[in-house]
Antibody
Framework: QVLLVQSGAEMRKPGASVNLSCKAS????????MHWVRQAPGQGLEWMGI????????NYAQKFQGRVNMTRDTSTSTVYMALSGLTSDDTAVYYC??????????????WGQGILVTVSS | SYELTQPPSVSVSPGQTADITCSGH??????VSWYQQRPGQSPVTVIY???KRPSGIPERFSGSNSGNTATLTISGTQAMDEADYYC????????FGGGTKLTVL
C-alpha cells in the first residue's frame, strides 16, 4: 500500500533553517507529484508547493518563494523540503502528500503522518 | 486569488444526513476534493474529482459540484464521522477552504 513516512519532530530557533524528509513506498515514485502542506496549531491547511519527482521541477506558493526549496532523491524515493528564515509563524505540522493520479497535480490522494516543527527562542 | 468558503461548523444527529458546502466563483469549472481530518490525525481523502470515492471510503460519503457550490454529503452520519472537513480545488495551485467542523450530537 502507499506509505509516506516523514522524519521526526524538529525544533529550531528563529532565523534558522529546517530540512524535512518524506520517504515514499508502495507505488512508482516517479509517476506521482508530491505536495507539501502545513497546518499551524488550531488552523487550517496551507499549501506550500509541489515537486515533480521526474526531473525535479517545482512550483511554490507565492508566500514561500525564496524561502522554500523542494528536492527529491529518486534512488531512495524520498522528497525533501527545506525552509529557511524561520519565525514563530512557521511553527506547524508539515505534511508531504502524494497526488491522486498519475502525472496530475490537482488533488491529493495520500498524506504522510506529519512533522511538527517548532520555532522558538 | 481564488478563494473557497466553508461554514465554520455543521451539526448533525447520528443517522441523519450532513451536508457541508464549499463556495467559490464558477466552482463547477474546477474539480473539488474533500479531506477529513480527525483530531490529532493526518487528513484523509474522502472525495476527489467532485464525486469519486477512494477505495476504503464508505459509500455514505458522496460529493457534488454545481454552479458556485460543491457539497460533501454524509448519509447516515456516525459518531466516527465527527471531524474537520476541508474542500480543495486547483487554480494554478492547491486552494483549500477554511474547513468545517462537523459535530455529531
Amino acid at each position: 500500500q502507499v506509505l509516506l513516512v516523514q522524519s521526526g519532530a524538529e525544533m529550531r530557533k528563529p532565523g534558522a533553517s529546517v530540512n524535512l524528509s518524506c520517504k515514499a513506498s508502495g507505488y512508482t515514485f516517479s509517476s506521482y507529484y508530491m505536495h507539501w502542506v502545513r497546518q499551524a496549531p488550531g488552523q487550517g491547511l496551507e499549501w506550500m508547493g509541489i515537486i515533480n519527482p521526474t526531473g525535479g521541477s517545482t512550483n511554490y506558493a507565492q508566500k514561500f518563494q525564496g524561502r522554500v526549496n523542494m528536492t527529491r532523491d529518486t534512488s531512495t524515493s524520498t522528497v525533501y523540503m527545506a525552509l529557511s528564515g524561520l519565525t514563530s509563524d512557521d511553527t506547524a505540522v508539515y505534511y508531504c502528500a502524494r497526488a491522486t493520479a498519475v502525472k496530475t497535480m490537482e488533488s491529493i490522494g495520500y498524506w504522510g503522518q506529519g512533522i511538527l516543527v517548532t520555532v522558538s527562542s | 486569488s481564488y478563494e473557497l468558503t466553508q461554514p465554520p461548523s455543521v451539526s448533525v444527529s447520528p443517522g441523519q444526513t450532513a451536508d457541508i458546502t464549499c463556495s467559490g466563483h464558477k466552482l463547477v469549472d474546477k474539480y473539488v476534493s474533500w479531506y477529513q481530518q480527525r483530531p490529532g490525525q493526518s487528513p484523509v481523502t474522502v472525495i476527489y474529482e467532485d464525486n469519486k470515492r477512494p477505495s476504503g471510503i464508505p459509500e455514505r460519503f458522496s460529493g457534488s459540484n454545481s454552479g458556485n457550490t460543491a457539497t460533501l454529503t454524509i448519509s447516515g452520519t456516525q459518531a466516527m464521522d465527527e471531524a474537520d472537513y476541508y474542500c480543495q480545488a486547483w487554480d494554478s495551485s492547491i486552494i483549500f477552504g477554511g474547513g468545517t467542523k462537523l459535530t455529531v450530537l
